[in-house]
């Protein structure tokens, strides 16, 4: 497996509260997503990052923002949680290279938003 | 918007029969199409994927069929056994720029019976 870890892996947490994510990874990979992952919408993209400091925003960013600071971490933050953000949130991390530019995803967060 | 359309959401099959699994994308930028399987609990993980040059990929019992005419790809589990049983998504990303940005569907959840 692919060296990335993320945490909490599970989080009750109430509307109006912050919330960050942490995704961390050992391969010295370039490229970091983050990901939600809801029924019946597969895997949307949050957020992304292709370098340390470089950030863009994906297709569902609204509420979301994101750091990173050193080339390991990518953090995600919801600044004020609501109900629609009961996700389960998925890492990933990709090199950026070879033919197909794989990406390998982490275990997930499972945040509830109450 | 999706922009990948994955069907059908789920699918059960008896063991040693053939799993079929049908994606439509939209963008005809798109030039890298892979599939994903996610057992429960776990991240995804990639599976196969294909470009765009060629109309079939095959890699033991998995098989990706490839129309750029019609803008659809498809997923075959031949002799599909009860260790299939998992959550499939299709994704499609463009590799200008080489963020590998992925879109995905919406998953097909395949059972396979014993």
């Known amino acids: 497996d692919a060296g990335i870890t993320q945490s909490p892996r599970h989080k009750v947490t109430e509307t109006g509260t912050p919330v960050t994510l942490r995704c961390h990874q050992t391969?010295?990979?370039?490229?970091m997503y983050w990901y939600r992952q809801d029924p019946g919408h597969g895997l949307r993209l949050i957020h992304y990052s292709y370098g340390v400091k470089d950030t863009d925003k994906g297709e569902v960013s609204d509420g979301y923002s994101v750091s990173r600071s050193k080339t390991e971490d990518f953090l995600l933050t919801l600044e004020s949680a609501t109900s629609s953000q009961t996700s389960v949130y998925f890492c990933?991390?990709?090199?950026?290279?070879?033919?197909?530019?794989?990406?390998?995803f982490g275990p997930g967060t499972r945040l509830t938003v109450l | 918007q999706q922009q990948v359309k994955q069907s059908p959401q789920s699918l059960i099959v008896q063991k040693g029969g053939i799993s079929i699994i049908n994606c439509a994308y939209e963008n005809t930028a798109f030039d890298y199409f892979p599939w994903y399987q996610q057992f429960p609990g776990k991240g995804p993980a990639l599976l196969i994927a294909i470009r765009p040059d060629v109309s079939e990929k095959k890699e033991g019992r998995f098989t990706i069929s490839f129309n750029k005419s019609a803008k659809q790809f498809s997923l075959h589990i031949m002799d599909s056994q009860p260790g299939d049983s998992a959550t499939y998504f299709c994704a499609a990303s463009k590799r200008t720029g080489n963020t590998g940005k992925l879109i995905f569907g919406q998953g097909t959840t395949l059972q396979v019976k014993p």
């Open positions: 391969e010295n990979h370039r490229y």
């Open positions: 990933a991390i990709s090199d950026g290279t070879g033919s197909y530019n794989e990406q390998f």
